[in-house]
Each structure stands twice: as C-alpha cells, then as structure tokens.
C-alpha cells in the first residue's frame, strides 16, 4: 500500500523527529553529533531552510523547523536524512548492513504563538527531562547551547521564529510543566497539530490530519 502523500504548507512552523533503527546509536562520539550538525547547516543552507531549534539525543534527534514555501519540509527532510545515512554509514563502515533510521521521520504543525514557544522548550529540555544534565542549556548538542554561547565554533545559523523568545530564556526552557510536556507527546504519537482548538480543527481539515484528532481504539458499537 502506498505511502499517503504528506501535505507540508509553507510559513508554518514543524516540530520534525526521528530515531535510530532498532537499538542502533546514532550519536556515540562527538564527532558523530557534530557530523549530524554538517548535515543540518549544509541542508539549511541548500534548502533555505529556517532552523529555529533542535537538540540532539543518542538515538533520536528533534528540529524545530519554519519552512518557508509549500513542499520545502519534504524535499529538506529527504536531504537531510539520505545525506546523514550515507555519511553515517561511509564513517562507520557499515554500508549495505541495514537503515540507519526506524522509518520516515514524524512531524506536526504548531501555531505561530504562545505554543511556538512550548514546542521550543520541549525541544530543547530534552536532556535535562532524561536526567542527563541538571540545566538544558548544559547540553552541548542543542539550540540551546548555541544560543547561551556554550560554544561559539558551530556550523549552524539559527533563524529566528515566530515569536520572540523572552528574557531569561534557559530558565524558561527548564521550567516547561509536566501537563505540556504530556500535550507534545500526544502530538508527536499522533501527528496532532499542536494550537488552540479551532486552529486545530482548522488546521487538520486543511492537512488532511483530521483522523490525528480521532481517540483511539475502536468506537463503541450502538
């Protein structure tokens, strides 16, 4: 059965994942975060591609990603992840052993306002969610640390999104609460656009994603 085609509108904002086949890591060293880096700045710049955040995990990687004109998503994503495979397999020596990714990556639209800025700080407070630093903005393989300074000598330029970040921004990130926290995972299980409800609706109709609105499970018999 075919694929269904994915409908991608242009000056919208996407939260895009994906993880790694199986048990495979993606990131062991820092060479290989940094190389998954190259891949991004390369495919931003190639595509025009306004990256507004991002974070690194071991075996998955969320992008915070404002495409600019209707099919821009795709047609970056499908750069990005058959360059990133190709190369990951060259510096591994592992080509022709299997996938590197479990699948297609995931995506959903948010809206352009308060939950533009939820979204960011999910992202971004990936690691210290996961126990893996006490502050976000520790994490050196994110948007966040480029943007607290951590390192100066990064290849990608972060566009600036919809809507402001505030003051004090690293103290915003890790103070996201567990009820919004919950709410992206929902979207991202689901690939349910992430707003108020009648911009969803609205939104979904448009996307063709009505069926992420559904509850689960089988409906009850009359």
């Known amino acids: 059965m075919p694929r269904p085609i994915r409908i991608a509108k242009g000056n919208t904002v996407y939260h895009v994942l994906n993880r790694a086949n199986g048990r495979l890591r993606l990131f062991e060293t820092a060479q290989d975060f ?25 075996n998955h990687w969320h992008l915070v990603l404002w495409p600019r004109a209707d099919g821009d998503l795709s047609s970056f994503m499908k750069w990005v992840t058959v360059t990133h495979s190709h190369r990951w397999h060259a510096a591994h020596k592992t080509a022709g052993i299997g996938h590197v990714y479990q699948g297609r990556y ?10 533009y800025l939820t979204l960011m700080r999910y992202v ?19 948007s966040l640390a480029i ?19 505030p ?17 992206i995972d929902v979207c ?9 409800d009648n911009w969803v609706k609205r939104t979904a109709k448009k996307l063709s994603l009505q069926s992420s609105l559904n509850p689960r499970g089988r409906p009850r018999k009359a």
């Open 34 to 58: 940094a190389a998954f880096e190259a891949v991004l700045a390369e495919g931003a710049e190639r595509h025009r591609m306004r990256v507004c955040g991002y974070c690194l995990m071991s």
């Open 106 to 115: 995931k995506s959903f639209p948010v809206q352009s306002n308060g939950y």
């Open 124 to 142: 971004e407070s990936n690691p210290r969610r996961a126990e893996l630093v006490k502050q976000s903005r520790r994490w050196a393989w994110s």
């Open 147 to 165: 943007r607290t300074g951590a390192d100066e000598d990064r290849p990608i330029v972060l566009s600036d999104g919809p809507v402001p970040l």
């Open 167 to 183: 003051d004090n921004w690293p103290a915003w990130v890790d103070g996201i609460g567990v009820e919004e926290v919950e709410a």
């Open 188 to 196: 991202v299980q689901r690939g349910r656009p992430l707003g108020e």
